[in-house]
T-cell receptor
Framework: KQEVTQIPAALSVPEGENLVLNCSFT??????LQWFRQDPGKGLTSLLL?????REQTSGRLNASLDKSSGRSTLYIAASQPGDSATYLC?????????????FGQGTTLQVKP | EAGVTQSPTHLIKTRGQQVTLRCSPI?????VYWYQQALGLGLQFLLW???????NRGNFPPRFSGRQFPNYSSELNVNALELEDSALYLC??????????????FGSGTRLTVV
């Protein structure tokens, strides 16, 4: 059974700091892994998608890595800003991708202080 | 390009009533997924529809059901509402035919409160 865990559950940093959010999954047979952002009471915004054959993806100040052998993914945020404050969720699509079922972590709630 | 749209945005229902939530996927997307985000429970997979067929179902009772229409829009129906059904219901869409590069795009959700 695929389980996804995110550490830490909450993080508070001063503006400008570089930070890393961690995501671990129990079954290395994943199809892809997606990072999302969720603002309070809102839907999910997709940040980065990493296919199982890829090692990392970059978008602006964000960089996500994937290490299937260790069952880990990280989201690196460079030069954090107060607008980055949100909950960040990672989600794994298992196996051949034909279940349609994303397994989500519980999220890391990030606060960036001005 | 319009994103995934959900309606209504907020809903208050009484225990025992029935509710219907609606979702329109991104144009060209054939798959629609429903997720429940209840307080303290995280995001849980409910249903997956593709090409009008139910493809997979999460661990939810039969009173949670839905359908997908020929234009790929979808409805989620919940019968005999219980207090524990209070949650944010999120819809997502994707295009399976795009192969390994597809990802899920989520809507803004419907906040259901059962009193």
């Amino acid at each position: 059974k695929q389980e996804v865990t995110q550490i830490p559950a909450a993080l508070s940093v001063p503006e400008g700091e570089n930070l890393v959010l961690n995501c671990s999954f129990t079954d290395s047979a994943i199809y892809n892994l997606q990072w999302f952002r969720q603002d309070p009471g809102k839907g999910l915004t997709s940040l980065l998608l990493i296919q199982s054959s890829q090692r990392e993806q970059t978008s602006g100040r964000l960089n996500a890595s994937l290490d299937k052998s260790s069952g880990r993914s990280t989201l690196y945020i460079a030069a954090s800003q107060p607008g980055d404050s949100a909950t960040y969720l990672c989600a794994a699509l298992h196996g051949s991708g034909n279940t349609g079922k994303l397994i989500f972590g519980q999220g890391t709630t990030l606060q960036v202080k001005p | 390009e319009a994103g995934v749209t959900q309606s209504p945005t907020h809903l208050i229902k009484t225990r025992g009533q029935q509710v219907t939530l609606r979702c329109s996927p991104i144009s060209g997307h054939t798959s629609v997924y429903w997720y429940q985000q209840a307080l303290g429970l995280g995001l849980q997979f409910l249903l997956w529809y593709d090409e009008g067929e139910e493809r997979n179902r999460g661990n939810f009772p039969p009173r949670f059901s839905g359908r997908q229409f020929p234009n790929y829009s979808s409805e989620l129906n919940v019968n005999a509402l219980e207090l524990e059904d209070s949650a944010l219901y999120l819809c997502a869409s994707s295009h399976l035919g795009w192969g390994p590069n597809y990802g899920y795009t989520f809507g803004s959700g419907t906040r259901l409160t059962v009193v």
